[in-house]
């Protein structure tokens, strides 16, 4: 089993970074990898609670991250720089997270066998 | 002049760009990702906050909500829907979208 992690660095409507990330976390996760969601940057952004986006016609993928769990995707880190920088605490977010600072975040990258950016 | 910003102000420095070149008294409209700049929290990072005082800033209401960041829309900015976005056009001459 090799060490994934997805870094997440886009919000989550203006491109389709955040939706194709998403893909392909659950497909790696179908292949029984061990498997990390990073959030950094806008990458915070994709977490925030109440997204309503019935007005530009897109669809909702927020909630899929509290589906991630069913497929033993369960390891989710939030950059706390980020997180502050942009006014939002662990309590804006749509799931629960592990909060790391920066450099913890770094010593967790440096372990990973793959890392996937997004 | 109505000036057309759609890239978050942390990604891109399209806003910074536009905000250094826009005249006092153009109109700034906030779409999609550059929406985060019109927040509480982004307005003062974004330099929105300085702009205020000399343009008149709108944000696109559907982005807000989408982004689930309608609720914390920076005071002194104006949040529009699509048929405002139309109005905002057309009340202008000319409008610059910054890519």
């Known amino acids: 089993m090799k060490k994934f992690m997805f870094v997440n660095r886009k919000a989550p409507y203006g491109t389709i970074y955040a939706l194709e990330s998403l893909e392909v976390v659950l497909i790696a996760a179908t292949f029984d990898q061990d498997v990390s969601l990073v959030f950094v940057d806008d990458g915070v952004y994709e977490l925030t609670k109440g997204q309503d986006t019935k007005g530009i016609g897109i669809k909702n993928h927020s909630k899929t991250y509290r589906a991630l769990d069913g497929y033993d995707v369960e390891k989710l880190y939030v950059e706390r720089e980020s997180m502050e920088a942009r006014g939002l605490g662990e309590d804006d977010l749509i799931v629960d997270v592990e909060v790391l600072s920066s450099t913890e975040m770094a010593a967790l990258m440096a372990e990973q066998d793959v890392v996937l950016s997004f | ?99």
């Open chain 2, 1 to 99: 002049m109505l000036h057309i910003v759609n890239k978050s102000h942390r990604q891109t420095s399209s806003l910074a760009s536009c905000l250094r070149l826009a005249q006092d008294g153009h109109a700034l409209l906030l779409i999609e990702d550059g929406v985060y700049a019109a927040t509480q929290a982004g307005a003062a990072s974004a330099g929105l906050a300085e702009a205020l005082k000399r343009l008149k800033v709108y944000a696109l209401r559907p982005d807000l909500e989408a982004r689930g960041v309608a609720a914390a829309l920076a005071e002194g900015v104006t949040a529009v829907d699509y048929t405002g976005f139309v109005d905002l056009v057309a009340e202008h001459t000319n409008n610059q979208t910054w890519l």
